[in-house]
């Protein structure tokens, strides 16, 4: 091990091994995911290539083997708990994508939620065991977010019984779905129904698109992969176009709406119930945000620990750069915050699986809280997450920048988490409707509940918009309850500037859309500040469970800095509201460096605690070992471009050149 | 609608026809575009220029780029190598010379996407530190490409520190040869362009050693390949250091010199020499060396940084008109995203963004040209300030270009993340800016340690007046303004308040950042030590200072059009936008002194909003402007004629995902789909 980081370790004030049990839930957790994960690496049949030397469609190759051989392992293994087969996918499939993984996360799901008992018979089992490989066509060319404005028609023609599916315009053309460029021969497909020349708006329908035995696209179907991305290359993002395409009555979905044979369009009961597959993969990429953060923190710390340059005092030998405030002030903030977001994931976890059980018994009470805090929260990691990695990758200099670093990756992997399942500013103002609502129903003299019961806290604010009253207490920056008394007045204010403003447009404007509109800034800073207070308080709380005294030592000094510097990033807003005055903020930016010392000597071990394997982290700066230049090296002289001593070009163009001119 | 005549479009058959959601944002014109896009390039006759170098590129198919996104590292390449080969030719027959605008056009309208970019960097390292007879040797092997050249300076374990290098070059007295060695794994050259495979030479950096004293860093001109058949000569290890975010068409190589021997001539000699018996002779200070760097700098503000925010903003904007989603009231059809206030807010800064580093860079490029002036007459008085300019500027362009072309790229939705978007390449470009000629963090101090040095020399001199500083920092001894006067959000619209209000927050920082230090230092801490421990105020001061002094250019800009009122007046809008936007992101800044108390700020915030909807109408005819070519945007989404959906479905078929079968189902899906057969 390199001499530094062992250095490191030794000094750590705590045991990590301990905080990873709080990370995974409990020491069985712990044991349980790491006896998976060694299953997977000490399966000989589990190989692990560096997919940074193969092009993309190597690397889609690569994944459809590993997504191939998975259905494969975790039969022979045993493993059926949802939460155990996250770890192992996590493990053996290292970028966690997937092309087969459409039909498992969202054919079945939908298939299950939204089939009749026959139709489940008819394709359940086949789509188990692969013997058709479904995928999920939502989004369209010219279409996201926004899904009534969805154009792909299904006709219903009851000579035939069948329906007419139809892409009428290029911007109606799928555009993204996962795996259906090359690998699946089914689709689920949202379309308009239009039946009796009446359009009901959007329903589901089992499309077939590969001819089975050739998987040829099926006449009438043109299908194929949308072209090189950001990220994701393992994973063949597709394009369906339908050209009056039937397929019998029975491939509608119906155990909602239903079209009789005769044409007939039956309504649903309800269907509030598919509101929670979308909070569940919601609070899923909280979770996901925290993770991906929490590798980046542990490449860019490690390698901050065995870098030395450049010196603080001249004569003297580098530093290790992790020792430089700049760094401190660009890594530390984000490890806390990588802290901060592994609890919120692990509340909305909880709370999800809490409030799943009621719904389970008819109790839909909760959810609309849940659905607006998921929105946000959604929104407010992903948002803090990008920009976090990629500060990561900044610190560390040149080398951040080659795909070595594996820091490359982990962001064009996680960035589309902004956009996709539901774009983050789409996000932001469904929470802000929530918040509205709550502060509307405060205001007309009803109390609300939970994360948001803090809009019944100031009634004097009903009275005297804005007359700042005196607030309860001062701040005091040193305990993590007082800040988030002030995280919390900050989002009360911020609410109710909004909800102002908005008042004041809707009665400018008369039309309460436009007001909406132009009030939208207003409603996502409002949102933000929510989300804010929220993380800020699941983490003091969390505190207070942490039995080992050395531990919670530690943790606090990381709330904290997550408290104090957020504040500081954020300070106009709270001078601007007085919840603190200008010498409380120079205390702030005063004791944040106070805090960057204070943890340096566990930064490592606080990185160690995640307890990421190398292969998941994929890079070579951030080894477990801190061998870093050697790898470094050797994995350059793996590259391509250096397969042969002199390049084709230059016979081809450098040569030429030479004697031309 | 039609094309402008001069406007190179894809050739296609959508740009033929102007979609009309991108033709109705051109119906009125509210400024004239072209006499727009004549101040950004400098003149009329530059605009004329560059749209001529423009269309002998674009009309060249071996310049074609539209396979790019397409291609893997080794074909990117081979794809740079050969059209640096086929530019070559051109350029020499039609006579562009290296530095020639004709040069920094071709440039631009090709994105880049050339090899061997590092021949400059060899050849401006070898006019400032060779002596006459070492550029008169070197200068034409170098321009007729009989040799190839690159410059090594980074090694694996270090980089901005550059007395940190370990390669040595150890002085033989004996065959007067220098002995150039890496001692170490970390004294690996790392990083340096066109020498992973192109390069037959190399300015290596290293430490001389001569007489048994080590001397400090030096160049060294190294012969690293056969110019024969181009293989290693013999103790050279060299190859390509592996796949990267972007600079595909770079071959960024490593090199490990195993006691490599060149003859004595082969140390660059204008400052320093050493003499045939190994005595070591100073020649003179570097501080031309210093001038290049900054000179460096300054050119890649507009020939690279810029620019690729400015495509960004092309882009992220036209699709936003085109692109519809949802509606604003119930009953209208669906809007085009960019009149989603929240649309707005993320894209107009990043536009006025663009603009004010535009003129920013041409008002820094300015002073250095004066400089040079200045230094050729012996007068290096300006260079200290000069260099702290570049530096911050350089750390504030490159951060907030990335950021802005960031926020430009994700807000296009999921089309801002396929290749195709031609946003993911710019912003795997422009990160890589921060971290080139100098981390940000390490330049932001730089300049920060110059304006404390100057606001301590302001103390030590009382009555030293504005005469006696750096126009740059003149503010420093400005009248104390103790509260912004403005009373409502109009009163923020005026480039001369706002512009006061920033040096107010710069002056400010430079005080508390120089109090900061002072107070660590009487506690006992020595200098440096203090440094290390006040940095965080210095980079908030820093930053301070660069966004004043970009404030300050862009209304400096707006004076200067008093005989363009139409444009001068859209401009003013993007000055404004500009500035506030800056107090709203660092409100807490302003509010602290109580300089803006909160109401203030509130009007800064109205007059901003206001502001959006009126740069709204502009938006289109503002990234026009640019005059950017379709084929140099290289974007299914941002071209002129609008036509997003139509190309974005062409291109994606094209895609060799699509046109090469699919070996993964033989191999993998078949015999998974057919797995499950045998036993049902």
């Not at chain 2, 050249?149 to 980089?159: F, R």
């Not at chain 2, 920013?360 to 200290?384: C, E, G, T, V």
């Amino acid at each position: 091990m390199n001499q530094d980081l062992r250095r490191e370790r030794e000094a750590a004030s705590f045991n990590p091994e301990l905080l990873t049990h709080v990370l995974d839930g409990s020491p069985e957790n712990t044991r349980r995911r790491r006896e998976i994960e060694n299953l997977i690496l000490n399966d000989p049949d589990f190989q692990h290539e560096d997919l940074n030397f193969l092009t993309r469609s190597q690397r889609y190759e690569v994944a459809v083997r590993k997504s191939a051989n998975m259905v494969k392992k975790i039969r022979e293994f045993g493993i059926a708990d949802p939460e155990e087969i996250m770890w192992f996918k996590k493990i053996h499939l290292v970028n966690f994508v997937e092309p087969v993984g459409l039909n498992f996360s969202m054919f079945i799901p939908t298939l299950l939620n939204q089939g009749t008992t026959a139709q489940q018979e008819k394709w359940l089992f086949s789509s188990q065991g692969l013997q058709i490989i479904g995928t999920y066509a939502q989004t369209e060319m010219g279409h996201g977010t926004h899904l009534r404005g969805l154009e792909t028609t299904a006709t219903y023609d009851p000579e035939t019984k069948e329906f007419i599916l139809n892409s009428p315009t290029v911007t109606s053309i799928k555009w993204w779905p996962g795996g259906l460029g090359k690998t699946s021969n089914h689709a689920i497909v949202l379309a308009q129904l239009i039946t009796k020349g009446k359009c009901y708006g959007l329903h589901a329908f089992i499309v077939p698109i590969r001819e089975i035995g050739t998987h040829k696209p099926l006449p009438g179907i043109t299908v194929g992969d949308i072209g090189p991305k950001f990220g994701y290359d393992e994973m063949d993002n597709g394009y369906l176009k339908m050209d009056n395409y039937r397929i019998p009555r029975e491939n509608m979905l119906m155990k909602y709406a239903q079209v009789k044979p005769d044409g007939t369009y039956v309504k649903p009961v309800s269907n509030k119930l598919t509101y929670g597959t979308m909070v569940f993969v919601r609070s899923f990429l909280v979770g996901e945000a925290a993770r991906s953060l929490s590798k980046a923190c542990t490449i860019a710390i490690r390698y901050s620990a065995v870098r030395h340059q450049s010196e603080i005092k001249p004569g003297e030998p580098e530093p290790q750069i992790l020792d430089f405030q700049t760094q401190q002030y660009k890594l530390f903030p984000l490890l806390a915050t990588a802290y901060a977001f592994q609890f919120v994931g692990a509340y909305v976890k909880e709370t999800y699986h809490r409030i799943n059980e009621g719904i389970g018994q008819g109790d839909l009470s909760e959810l609309p809280e849940l659905h607006a805090l998921v929105a946000g929260l959604k929104a407010f990691t992903s948002w803090t997450t990008n920009a976090a990695i990629e500060a990561c990758r900044m610190a560390c200099g040149g080398h951040g920048y080659s795909h070595c670093s594996g820091l490359p990756n982990i962001y064009v992997t996680f960035t589309p988490t902004c956009t996709f399942e539901g774009e983050n500013t789409v996000m932001m103002l469904q929470t802000a409707r929530f918040l509205m609502k709550s502060y509307d129903q405060v205001h007309s003299g009803k109390l609300v509940g939970g994360m948001v019961s803090y809009l019944n806290d100031r009634p004097t604010q009903r009275i005297q918009p804005q007359q700042v009253a005196v607030w309860p207490t001062v701040v005091d920056i040193d305990s993590p309850d007082s800040l988030t008394e002030a995280y919390k007045l900050r989002a009360a204010r911020l609410v109710e500037i909004a909800a102002k403003n908005l008042q004041n447009e809707v009665i400018q404007r008369e039309s309460k859309e436009v007001a909406w509109n132009l009030t939208s800034v207003d409603l996502v800073r409002a949102s933000e500040a929510h989300c804010h207070y929220v993380a800020v308080k699941l983490f003091s709380e969390k505190l207070l469970k942490i039995q080992d005294k050395s531990v919670h030592a530690v943790l606090r000094n990381l709330c904290l800095l997550y408290c104090l510097y957020g504040i500081s990033q954020k300070a106009g807003d709270f001078l601007q509201g007085s919840i603190m005055t200008e010498s409380q903020i120079t205390q702030v930016n005063q004791r944040i460096k106070e805090l960057l010392t204070a943890i340096r000597p566990d930064a490592v071990a606080l990185v160690d605690a995640f307890d990421f394997q190398d292969v998941t982290l994929g890079s070579v700066l951030g080894r477990y070992d801190g061998n870093v230049y050697e790898n470094l090296f050797e994995w350059a002289k793996k590259s391509p471009l250096n397969k042969s001593e002199v390049h084709e070009s230059y016979y081809k163009y450098l040569k030429p050149l030479q004697s031309k001119l | 609608m039609d094309s402008p005549v001069h406007r190179v479009s894809l050739g296609d058959t959508w740009s033929r026809r102007v979609h009309p959601d991108m033709a109705s944002e051109r119906l009125i014109q509210s400024f004239s575009v072209e006499q727009l896009t004549n101040i950004l390039d400098g003149g009329a006759q530059n605009t004329a220029l560059r749209r001529k170098v423009e269309s002998i590129i674009h009309s060249d198919p071996e310049f074609s780029m539209k396979d790019n996104y397409f291609m893997n590292q080794n074909e990117r390449y081979v794809a740079a190598v050969q059209k640096r080969f086929h530019f070559q030719i051109i350029a020499k027959r039609l006579g562009w010379s290296e530095n020639s605008p004709e040069f920094y056009y071709a440039y631009r309208a090709l994105s880049g996407e050339l090899a061997l970019g590092l021949h400059t960097v060899f050849l401006k390292s070898l006019q400032s530190l060779g002596s006459e007879e070492q550029i008169a040797k070197w200068t034409p092997l170098c321009n007729e490409f009989r040799i190839i050249a690159s410059y090594a300076q980074t090694e694996l374990g270090h980089g901005t520190n550059l007395r940190g290098l370990e390669t040595e070059a150890t002085y033989d007295a004996a065959t007067q040869e220098f002995v150039v060695h890496s001692p170490t794994l970390t004294a690996t050259k790392w990083w340096p362009g066109d020498m992973g495979r192109s390069a037959t030479h190399t300015l290596v950096q290293a430490q001389l050693i001569c007489s048994g004293a080590r001397q400090g860093m030096h160049a060294f001109i190294v012969p690293i390949r056969s110019l024969r058949d181009h293989t290693p000569l013999p103790g050279v290890t060299v190859g390509d250091i592996g796949p990267k975010m972007d600079f595909d068409n770079t071959d960024h190589g490593f090199l490990q010199l195993d006691h490599v021997r060149i003859p004595r001539e082969n140390m660059l000699s204008r400052f320093a020499q050493v003499l045939p018996d190994g005595t070591y002779v100073k020649l003179g200070t570097q501080q031309t060396n210093y001038f290049s760097m900054v000179v460096v700098r300054v050119e890649l503000l507009l020939g690279e940084i810029i620019p690729l925010l400015q495509k960004a903003c092309v882009i992220a904007i036209r699709y936003s008109v085109i692109r519809r989603q949802s509606s604003i009231r119930p009953s209208d059809p669906e809007a085009k995203i960019l009149d989603y206030q929240t649309q707005q807010q993320k894209l107009l800064p990043q536009l006025a963004t663009a603009y004010a580093f535009h003129f920013l860079a041409r008002n820094l490029l300015k002073f250095l040209h004066s400089s040079y002036d200045a230094i050729q007459n012996k007068d290096f008085s300006h260079l200290p300030e000069l260099h702290a300019l570049s530096a911050g500027i350089k750390a504030m362009t490159s951060d907030l270009c990335f950021q802005g072309s960031e926020l430009c790229r994700r807000a296009c939705g999921g089309h801002g993340y396929s290749k195709l978007s031609g946003l993911p390449s710019l912003v795997t470009r422009v990160t890589a800016s921060c971290t080139y000629e100098g981390d940000n963090t390490v330049l932001y101090l730089q300049t920060a340690r110059f304006l404390v040095k100057n606001y301590l020399q302001t103390q030590a001199i009382p009555g030293s007046t504005q005469k006696s500083l750096p126009p740059s920092v003149a503010y420093l001894t400005a009248p104390y303004l103790a509260r912004c006067p403005a009373q409502k959000a109009a009163d923020f619209l005026h480039p001369k308040l706002y512009t006061t209000a920033w040096a107010h927050v710069a002056a400010r920082l430079i005080k508390d950042s120089a109090h900061h230090l002072e107070t660590l230092i009487q506690s006992g801490a020595d200098w440096d030590e203090a440094w290390n421990q006040t940095t965080v105020i210095h980079l908030q001061t820093a930053k301070a200072h660069c966004y004043y002094i970009s404030v300050k250019s862009f209304t400096e800009t707006l004076e200067k059009l008093e005989n363009k009122p139409a444009v001068q007046q859209v401009l003013k809008s993007l000055c404004d936008l500009y500035a506030l936007h800056g107090i709203l992101t660092n409100a807490a800044d302003f509010l602290h002194d109580g300089f803006l108390s909160g109401a203030q700020v509130d009007a800064v915030r109205t007059g901003y909003l206001e502001l959006l909807g009126l740069v709204r109408k502009d938006a289109i005819l503002l990234t026009d402007a640019f005059d950017f070519t379709d084929p140099s945007l290289n974007s299914a989404l941002g071209c002129y004629d609008g036509n997003v959906y139509e190309r974005l479905f062409h291109w994606a078929q094209k895609s060799p995902t699509n046109t090469q079968g699919n070996p993964a189902y033989e191999k993998y899906l078949r015999p998974l789909l057919q797995s499950w057969k045998s036993k049902l």
